[in-house]
């Protein structure tokens, strides 16, 4: 068995920052590891919050440290210039994620943003992770 896939079965609770990502500039979450494949996470900071949940792929053959993965978020985020106070998006994030033994993880993603106020639909994050 993996370090990675242990680590995440031993402790499937975790904490985050993200730097960007589905609450814009930066956000705090809390992660839920169904399986070492499965994770959800919700969070929320200065301009909105998000939950969602992604599907990791770790290649055998590859560093046992690293996942690649894909998701989908709900999220609520402040609009500074425009019409209304609020808008409501999908936040589709792809990425790398290193997990260390001891629970340690990073990830930098790119996403697609889907947003009905705000037109800038690609956008980007690196998280920090500790497994508890």
Same mark, same amino acid.
């Given at each position: 068995? =993996?370090d990675t896939?242990?680590?995440?079965?031993?402790k499937p609770? @975790?904490?985050? &920052?993200?730097l /960007? /990502?589905?609450?814009?500039?930066? =956000?705090v979450s809390?992660?839920?590891?169904? *399986?070492?494949? &499965?994770?959800?996470?919700? @969070? /929320? @900071?200065?301009?909105?919050?998000?939950?969602?949940?992604?599907?990791?792929?770790?290649?055998d053959?590859?560093?046992?440290?690293?996942?690649?993965?894909g998701?989908?978020?709900? *999220? $609520?985020?402040a &609009?500074i210039?425009?019409n209304?106070? #609020?808008?409501?998006?999908?936040?589709?994030?792809i @990425?790398? $994620?290193?997990?260390?033994?001891? /629970?340690?993880?990073f990830?930098?993603e790119?996403?697609?943003? &889907? *947003?009905?106020?705000?037109? #800038?639909?690609?956008w980007?994050?690196l998280?920090f992770?500790? $497994?508890?």
């Open positions: 068995n =993996s896939v242990g680590v995440l079965q031993k609770f @975790g904490i985050g &920052v993200n /960007g /990502g589905p609450a814009l500039l930066g =956000s809390a992660i839920y590891y169904f *399986s070492p494949s &499965v994770e959800a996470e919700v @969070g /929320g @900071g200065l301009f909105g919050f998000f939950a969602g949940a992604t599907l990791h792929y770790r290649n053959n590859f560093n046992d440290h690293w996942t690649a993965y998701g989908i978020y709900l *999220s $609520q985020t &609009v210039f425009g209304t106070d #609020h808008e409501d998006g999908l936040y589709f994030p @990425g790398m $994620q290193f997990v260390s033994k001891r /629970g340690f993880g990830a930098p790119i996403a697609y943003r &889907v *947003s009905p106020v705000l037109h #800038h639909n690609i980007a994050a998280k992770s500790h $497994q508890l």
